[in-house]
């Protein structure tokens, strides 16, 4: 069945970097668009990047110029390099899959921007 499992999250200082990654698995990975979004409490969850299968990125405005996503269709990962982060970037970051019209999740992994 297809999994998507999120790494990488934790806390970090404002202006601080990390990079998360989601393993894919259960499905022809290299087929598929992938995407990260995250959600904040109390808000709902907004699209943060998107990478097509032939590498096409787009971003939240929100996010452009900070953040990267990248794929290895080797490995079957996807990332998001996420720099000069700030506290609003606070929030659960979900992995996910369009597959066959149907979106698939990962668990989602915390990461928190403070000081």
């Known amino acids: 069945q297809v999994q998507l499992v999120e790494s990488g999250g934790g806390l970090v200082q404002p202006g601080g970097s990390l990079r998360l990654s989601c393993a894919g698995s259960?499905?022809?990975?290299?087929?598929?668009?992938m995407s990260w979004y995250r959600q904040a409490p109390g808000k709902e969850r907004e699209s943060v990047a998107r990478?097509?299968?032939?590498?096409?990125?787009t971003y939240a405005d929100s996010v452009r110029g900070r953040f990267t996503i990248s794929r290895d269709d080797v490995k079957n990962f996807v990332y998001l390099e996420m720099n000069t982060l700030k506290p609003e970037d606070t929030a659960v970051y979900y992995c996910?899959?369009?597959?066959?019209?149907?979106?698939?999740w990962g668990q989602g992994i915390q990461v928190t921007v403070s000081s």
């Open positions: 996910s899959a369009r597959i066959w019209h149907t979106d698939y």
């Open positions: 259960g499905f022809s990975f290299g087929s598929v668009a």
């Open positions: 990478i097509s299968n032939l590498g096409r990125q």
